[in-house]
């Protein structure tokens, strides 16, 4: 069983940065891709960025030139920098962990872009 403990969510300005973490614990085997997802109220969960063991990334168009994924495999750690950050990206973000034995969800931070 993989456990996922995000940090880093909070209240910023438009136009403003974030950093966001996710640290897996747990059973680990080996975890083949990490991602965070996002959903705001009433709307449903979507991908924002993903990253593989070899370093693939892969991004929303929405978030492409402003957000950067990275990852730790060492400490099975994937970030999410977030920068010029608009209110469209206010939602709870989700981190996403595939590994061997299943796929595994965090408990979401949430992450309000305003004035």
């Known amino acids: 069983q993989v456990q996922l403990v995000e940090s880093g969510g909070g209240l910023v300005q438009p136009g403003g940065s974030l950093r966001l973490s996710c640290a897996a614990s747990?059973?680990?085997?080996?975890?083949?891709?990490m991602g965070w997802y996002r959903q705001a109220p009433g709307k449903q969960r979507e991908l924002v960025a993903a990253?593989?063991?070899?370093?693939?990334?892969n991004y929303a168009d929405s978030v492409k030139g402003r957000f950067t994924i990275s990852r730790d495999n060492a400490k099975n750690t994937v970030y999410l920098q977030m920068n010029s950050l608009k209110p469209e990206d206010t939602a709870v973000y989700y981190c996403?962990?595939?590994?061997?034995?299943?796929?595994?969800w965090g408990q979401g931070t949430q992450v309000t872009v305003s004035s």
């Open positions: 747990g059973s680990i085997f080996s975890i083949n891709a």
């Open positions: 990253i593989t063991s070899g370093g693939s990334t």
């Open positions: 996403r962990a595939l590994e061997l034995s299943g796929d595994y």
